[in-house]
């Protein structure tokens, strides 16, 4: 059997076709962290942040650098990753049966306490990340990798037994005959089967809406603005979240290159909820230390398990 090549995973995650289970994702995860212990690529820890490493390609692709991965929650050995991704499966059968109350059930409380949610999805989704790093030009696929992300939480809501697509609306404006608003929403979901079809013309008032990005970087200021428009727009409250899987970038740090930044901009977050409204909830897979720490963003942001175990229920009434 011919061994995985980077090539082999570049063209996985460019198939238009493949991931549509999870399954799909984790298999790739595992082949690219077998590439990882087969091929051994540098591995850069970063001097300014010890829990962020690098992983530097050989020759052969450019001498290019993953971005920043936090080993806190990546699990660099497949066979690890395997065994978490077994767990996460069997975990997600039993959220689907016992909702909001699967934090009272002993046999997963130990998965709950590992964080084990946030590690796997984490793994996935940087797996995913760091092979599109190895292009020429990275900027080919990172619309790719954002796709793949929404796609990955649709799935997971849809798992545990939730209505969950993505949808265009077009909301008319009042006092404008004629003219409407198009939004293209990441997700729309529900426990209550309350949507048709992505057609639907607006939003039903048992489904929240949820944007999903791989950093808020240039775009927490446009969900706080979608959710003030479309309770303006709709006359009623609209539930508005934000998923993102992270806010961090490489920086240059004096003479290396392998600093780690945040991208997150507390004061932007807290001027928005000030001036424009709250959102309903935002959610990090990776949550930058200030999150939890600062006590206003704390009350506001949590990290992406706490949405999957209790607040995805809270929210839709599940």
């Given at each position: 059997?011919?061994?995985?090549?980077?090539?082999?995973?570049?063209?996985?995650?460019?198939?238009?076709?493949?991931?549509?289970?999870?399954?799909?994702?984790?298999?790739?995860?595992?082949?690219?962290?077998?590439?990882?212990?087969?091929?051994?690529?540098?591995?850069?820890?970063?001097?300014?942040?010890?829990?962020?490493?690098?992983?530097q390609y050989g020759e052969e692709h450019g001498y290019r650098l993953t971005r920043p991965l936090n080993t806190d929650l990546f699990i660099e050995q497949s066979r690890m990753f395997r065994n978490s991704f077994e767990r996460?499966?069997?975990?997600?059968?039993?959220?689907?049966?016992?909702?909001?109350?699967?934090?009272?059930?002993?046999?997963?409380?130990?998965?709950?306490?590992?964080?084990?949610?946030?590690?796997?999805?984490?793994?996935?989704?940087?797996?995913?990340?760091?092979?599109?790093?190895?292009?020429?030009?990275?900027?080919?696929?990172?619309?790719?990798?954002?796709?793949?992300?929404?796609?990955?939480?649709?799935?997971?809501?849809?798992?545990?037994?939730?209505?969950?697509?993505?949808?265009?609306?077009?909301?008319?404006?009042?006092?404008?005959?004629?003219?409407?608003?198009?939004?293209?929403?990441?997700?729309?979901?529900?426990?209550?089967?309350?949507?048709?079809?992505?057609?639907?013309?607006?939003?039903?008032?048992?489904?929240?809406?949820?944007?999903?990005?791989?950093?808020?970087?240039?775009?927490?200021?446009?969900?706080?603005?979608?959710?003030?428009?479309?309770?303006?727009?709709?006359?009623?409250?609209?539930?508005?979240?934000?998923?993102?899987?992270?806010?961090?970038?490489?920086?240059?740090?004096?003479?290396?290159?392998?600093?780690?930044?945040?991208?997150?901009?507390?004061?932007?977050?807290?001027?928005?909820?000030?001036?424009?409204?709250?959102?309903?909830?935002?959610?990090?897979?990776?949550?930058?230390?200030?999150?939890?720490?600062?006590?206003?963003?704390?009350?506001?942001?949590?990290?992406?398990?706490?949405?999957?175990?209790?607040?995805?229920?809270?929210?839709?009434?599940?």
């Open positions: 059997m011919t061994e995985t090549t980077l090539l082999d995973l570049q063209a996985s995650v460019q198939d238009k076709s493949a991931f549509n289970t999870l399954i799909d994702y984790s298999r790739l995860a595992d082949a690219f962290l077998e590439y990882i212990a087969k091929t051994q690529p540098t591995r850069i820890v970063s001097p300014t942040h010890t829990n962020y490493i690098f992983y996460f499966v069997s975990f997600l059968q039993d959220l689907r049966k016992y909702q909001g109350s699967i934090l009272e059930q002993q046999n997963h409380k130990k998965f709950i306490e590992a964080g084990e949610v946030n590690k796997v999805v984490y793994t996935i989704q940087q797996s995913i990340g760091s092979i599109g790093d190895s292009f020429d030009n990275p900027n080919q696929t990172r619309k790719r990798v954002g796709q793949l992300f929404e796609t990955l939480i649709r799935l997971l809501i849809q798992e545990v037994g939730l209505e969950c697509e993505p949808r265009t609306i077009n909301i008319p404006i009042p006092g404008y005959p004629g003219y409407e608003m198009s939004y293209q929403l990441d997700l729309v979901f529900s426990h209550n089967k309350a949507i048709v079809a992505a057609e639907t013309k607006f939003i039903d008032v048992t489904e929240i809406v949820g944007s999903v990005k791989t950093t808020s970087k240039d775009r927490i200021d446009k969900v706080f603005l979608d959710k003030y428009l479309l309770t303006k727009l709709l006359g009623r409250d609209v539930p508005v979240i934000a998923i993102f899987l992270h806010d961090v970038q490489r920086a240059k740090r004096g003479e290396s290159i392998f600093g780690v930044n945040s991208t997150f901009k507390s004061d932007h977050f807290l001027g928005y909820t000030v001036a424009l409204n709250r959102l309903d909830g935002v959610y990090y897979v990776d949550p930058r230390p200030e999150m939890v720490a600062n006590e206003r963003l704390s009350e506001q942001i949590r990290d992406f398990q706490t949405f999957l175990v209790r607040d995805l229920w809270r929210l839709s009434g599940g």
